[in-house]
């Protein structure tokens, strides 16, 4: 199966700093998405992007598809954005596998 | 807004019980997904159903069932709970192939 690997493991942060996050992956997919999972455990899907780029806001997110990777930004972090951010790709159909995902705090 | 909502935030059984987590989403999307997670592990696949009475096995389905009767509700079952299936379980939906919107969790204790 695809192999999705995503990096830093953590990060931390001072308020109003950038990052950036990266995903790889191991085949060709036609299905990326990006989730926040918060501290009580709620995954927000945050892009669907096989893709291209999109912005949300502060953040935003590039996927070179030919060459296996996204990134997501997020631009003048705050408190809130601290959590677990996860990649998941799929290769047909909707079914996703998930990256072990970048833990992030952000101290005030 | 999706919204994805799951029968309990957390549940406690006994070993050998029959538990039942319930699932309903109200955007009328074809795909429904169970997933658990747990530390060190991520989130993996249980069962997902792209359409009413149909399901496809995840990769790890072992110990469980899983009925869709109607689009709107997917329900995960564990026959016989063990205590190894303590573990946060997680439903999400979508239309194929779009985002997939997810519940806020059942966090299930098997003791």
């Known amino acids: 199966g695809i192999q999705v690997e995503q990096s830093p493991p953590d990060l931390i942060l001072q308020e109003g700093a950038n990052s950036t996050l990266r995903c790889n992956f191991s085949?060709?997919?036609?299905?990326l998405q990006w989730f926040h999972q918060n501290p009580w455990g709620q995954l927000i899907n945050l892009f669907y992007i096989p893709s291209g780029t999109k912005q949300n806001g502060r953040l935003s997110a590039t996927t070179v598809a030919t060459e296996r990777y996204s990134l997501l930004y997020i631009s003048s972090s705050q408190t809130t954005d601290s959590g677990v951010y996860f990649c998941a790709v799929g290769a047909s159909g909707s079914r996703l596998t998930f990256g072990e995902g970048t833990q992030l705090t952000v101290n005030p | 807004d999706v919204k994805v909502t799951q029968s309990s935030r957390y549940l406690v059984k006994r070993t050998g019980e029959k538990v039942f987590l319930e699932c309903v989403q109200d955007m009328d999307h074809e795909n429904m997904f169970w997933y658990r997670q747990d530390p060190g592990l991520g989130l993996r696949l249980i069962y997902f159903?792209?359409?009413?009475?149909?399901?496809e096995k995840g990769d790890i389905p072992e110990g469980y069932s899983v009925s869709r009767e109607k689009k709107e509700r997917f329900s995960l079952i564990l026959e016989s709970a063990s205590t190894n299936q303590t573990s946060m379980y997680l439903c999400?939906?979508?239309?194929?192939?779009?985002?997939?919107?997810f519940g806020p969790g059942t966090r299930l204790t098997v003791l």
């Open positions: 085949d060709s997919v036609n299905n």
């Open positions: 999400a939906s979508s239309q194929s192939p779009r985002a997939q919107f």
């Open positions: 159903s792209y359409d009413v009475k149909m399901k």
